[in-house]
C-alpha cells in the first residue's frame, strides 16, 4: 500500500492563502498505474477517458504542457510553478480522473480505483508533497457499492486523503438505498463525498438529457442535468436524515441554478410532503449542513450584480467553494473567475468554507 511515511496533519504548520478544490493531475503514462494492478487487470487495462464526447480543440490549457515531457498535470513541479506558487494556493484537493464508474465490470471498475488511489498516495501525497499542500480524493467505483465503503475503509486513516469521490454520470439517482454503503463508510469517518462529472452517457452510466446530444458543447452545457437529479433524490430519499453526518460537494458542475432548483422543490414537498415524511423540513433548508458546490465552471451574467444576486440567494458566503479545475481548457483563475467581490464572501469562498467543510487551520490569510 503506502510505503513513504506521510506528515500528519497535526505536524504541519497552517498554510495561508486560498484552498482549491479541483485540480486535476494525472499519471505520466499509463504503467504507472499498471504497476498497481493485478493481473488480470493490468493486461485489461488501457486509460480511460469519455468516448465520443471530447473537446473538438483541446482539453487543457494551452501553456499546460510540462515542458520536462508528458501530459497536463503530471509533474508537480510545473503544476506549482503555474498554480500554487502564482496564485498563492495554500491547498490544493486533487481529483484524479481515473473513468472508473463506466465499466460494467464491478470488479475491473474497483481495480482501477485502487490502483489511483495506491498512485496518488506514493506520488502526489507522499513524495511530491513535502509541504503538505496536496489533499487527496478518494476515488471508488459506485457499481459495487460494498466494495467502494472497503476502499473507503482501507484509505479513511490515511493524513493525505480528505475526502471520497465519483462521477455523476451513474445508472440511478444518488438518493437510492443501493448507494447506502458509500455514505455510511464517509459518514463514519467524517470524509465528504465528491461528486464529478465526466462519464454521463458513457459505458454503463445513463445520460441525464433525454437522449444523446449530437455536439460536445451541448454535453457539456447540460452536465449540470445529473448534478441537479442526484440533489433533488439525495434530498426527496432523506439521505441526510439517515446519515446526519455525511456530507457532499458538487465539483464542476455548476452553481447558478440552485436557488430556481430549491425554490422548485421546497413548493413541491409543501404539497406533497406526505409522500416523503422522512424529510422532515424544506429541502433547501438540508444544504448549509450536507451540501457544498465548487465554483467552475462560474456563470458570468454581462452584469455582475446579477451574479453578486445568485451568490447571495444560494447562500454562497457558507456553501461555495472555489475551484479552478486545473489544468483544463475551461481553468479559472484565482484572479479572474468573480466580479470583484465583498471581502468578508470573497474570504469565505475563496479560503473559510473549504477550512472548515475538509477540517484544516484558520490561518488570517
Known sequence: MVTTRVQSTAEQPARAGIVDCDVHVYPRNLDEIRSYLPMPWRDRYNGGGRGFFGN???????????????????????????????????????????????????????????????WLADTWLSTYNGDGV??????????????????????????????????????????????????????????????HPGTDGMGINVQPSPGYPTHYIEWHTCLSLAFQAHLVSLLTEGVFERFPGFKVVLVEGGVSWLPALMWRLDAEWKALRSEVPWVVKPPSAYLLDHVRLTSQPLERPDNPAHLLSVLEMMD??????????????????????????????????????????????????
Open 56 to 118: 473538438p480543440s483541446h482539453g487543457n490549457r494551452l501553456d499546460s504542457a510540462p515542458p520536462r515531457g508528458g501530459p497536463p498535470g503530471s509533474d508537480p513541479a510545473f503544476l506549482r510553478e503555474q498554480l500554487i506558487d502564482r496564485y498563492g494556493e495554500a491547498y490544493a484537493i486533487l481529483l484524479p480522473r481515473a473513468f472508473c464508474n463506466l465499466h460494467p465490470d464491478p470488479d475491473f471498475g474497483s481495480a482501477i480505483a485502487a490502483a489511483f488511489n495506491d
Open 134 to 195: 496536496f489533499k487527496g480524493s478518494i476515488t471508488v467505483a459506485h457499481q459495487d457499492p460494498l466494495a467502494a465503503a472497503r476502499e473507503i475503509e482501507r484509505w479513511a486513516g490515511h493524513p493525505g486523503f480528505v475526502q471520497v469521490m465519483m462521477d455523476s454520470g451513474a445508472r440511478a439517482p444518488y438518493g437510492q438505498r443501493q448507494y447506502y454503503p458509500i455514505y455510511e463508510a464517509c459518514a463514519k469517518h467524517g470524509l465528504p463525498l465528491a461528486i
Open 316 to 365: 454562497a458566503a457558507h456553501i461555495l467553494l472555489f475551484a479552478s479545475d486545473y489544468p483544463h481548457w475551461d481553468f479559472d483563475s484565482p484572479t479572474h473567475a468573480f466580479p470583484r467581490l465583498p471581502d468578508d464572501l470573497h474570504r469565505r469562498i475563496f479560503s473559510e468554507n473549504a477550512r472548515e467543510l475538509y477540517g484544516f487551520p484558520k490561518t488570517a490569510g
